[in-house]
């Protein structure tokens, strides 16, 4: 079992900057991909980005892509995500999860992640 606790939300001004973290439980973290997902109120979770275990493979929305960057730090079982140019449109409840199934992929699909943790708030203002 995994448990996995974001952290780093809060209010930024549009064009502003966050770092949101999600800590993992136990180890082996480095045998888990892992990804961000967003969600606002009446729309479907969405992905955001993505990362091997190995931190070679990356993906990313086009919605963010070139503003966001992806990383893990499997020594500290954490990863990052860190977001800059921040968008009104960018306010949801992101999430971070652990894929198992495709360690080695970085998947868009929400069905390989395995743990989700509880989201943390990120509003963005104009």
């Known amino acids: 079992q995994v448990q996995l606790v974001e952290s780093g939300g809060g209010l930024v001004q549009a064009g502003g900057s966050l770092r949101l973290s999600c800590a993992a439980s136990?180890?082996?973290?480095?045998?888990?991909?892992m990804g961000w997902f967003r969600q606002v109120p009446g729309k479907e979770r969405e992905f955001v980005a993505a990362?091997?275990?190995?931190?070679?493979?990356?993906d990313y929305a086009d919605s963010v892509k070139g503003r966001f960057t992806i990383s893990r730090d499997n020594a500290k079982n954490t990863v990052y995500l860190q977001m800059h140019s921040l968008v009104p449109e960018d306010t949801a409840v992101y999430y971070c999860?652990?894929?198992?199934?495709?360690?080695?992929?970085?998947?868009?699909?929400?069905?390989?992640?395995?743990?989700w943790g509880q989201g943390t708030q990120v509003t963005v203002s104009s």
């Open positions: 999860a652990a894929d198992g199934l495709f360690p080695d992929g970085a998947s868009r699909l929400k069905a390989p992640y395995d743990y």
């Open positions: 990362i091997s275990w190995s931190g070679t493979n990356t």
């Open positions: 136990r180890r082996p973290f480095s045998r888990y991909a």
